[in-house]
């Protein structure tokens, strides 16, 4: 029936995920599976960035250990991020910079090694409407961006957290379940060293943004339930050591690139429901590691790339059956 082919993939699905990744401790468990500088054309800037200082007085602080003037420090830092990060008024990137520059309690100077990642973060807050997150935790408190997590649930464990290598370079970004709405920011791709991010059941809406194609050592993209949409940037493609890709339940669009033969060691992806259309590539017979494979729910057309059935168990390649979309060795829904 119905219901026993769903608990059987679930089943197998939650065997999979549970033997994953450990946020907290920022580890991979083996698998039960076994298978600018800124330039500008013209005066366009005049009208639109926010580097230039003149149209307000900078802020005076009594914690200036810099050796520079309140304007000097003000003047380097916006030419310091200007040179990674875009400013136009009235966008979460000038939040980012005011809070940076004017609100921060730890006070940065511009030659500060944290000041772009400190930045990202704070961008990514603004960009997820922060102040409307349900638990804010100590997000923008004076503490290091790589402590900055939600309140503790009964078993000490935070509902949100940032985590950081002994480097202090971010590395897992994982706030689940939180009520962020808005857009990523083209900033996450500031966070070179970054392997995992989960911001599943949250409300961000917008495309992946292009930049997630710098982050080299991804492993896994966990965004399911939330509003995305657009097609699946083709720089998600050139990420050689992504294992997961849990994308179901957004809003996706487009086809599937064959480029999908590059990530090689894949063993998870779910782009169920949502709206991929076209035909699956014949590529994904390179995905020799792939052990779960969830495409039901879209507008796809065709057949299952054949060499698909002898690597995903049965129980784990589930698709939806018509006349549109065959499969001969799928879990049919």
Known sequence: TYLSIVQVASDSIKRFRSSQFDSSQNSRRTSEID??????????????????????????????????TDAERDAQIREILGKVSTVVRNSPQEEAL??????????????????V??????????????RNWKDQGTALSSESECSWKGALDDNEKPSWSFICEN????SVLSIDSNNLRGTLPKELGLFSGLEQINIDDNIIGGPLPVEIGQLKRLKRIDVDNNSFT???PIEIFTLPEIIVLDMNSNNFSGTISGDIKNLGNLEFMDISDNSFD??????????????????HDNQLTGTMPTKLCSIVPQEALIATCSIDFTCGCCTCV
Request: overall charge negative; glycine content about 6%; charged content about 20%.
């Open 278 to 295: 076209g035909s699956l590539p014949e590529e994904f017979g390179f995905l020799s590691n792939l052990g779960v494979f969830l495409s």
């Open 98 to 115: 005011d809070w940076i520059i004017s609100e921060d309690i730890r006070f940065l100077c511009p030659n500060d090694p944290s000041i």
């Open 167 to 170: 480097n202090y370079t971010f």
């Open 35 to 68: 298978h600018p500088d800124l330039f500008f054309e013209g005066d366009e800037w005049r009208d639109q960035l926010v580097f230039s200082y003149s149209f307000s007085d900078p802020p005076t602080h009594k914690k200036n250990n810099c050796n520079l």
């Open 117 to 130: 990642q400190r930045y990202a973060v704070a961008t990514f807050y603004f960009s997820t409407d922060g």
């Open 230 to 232: 657009g097609t699946l």
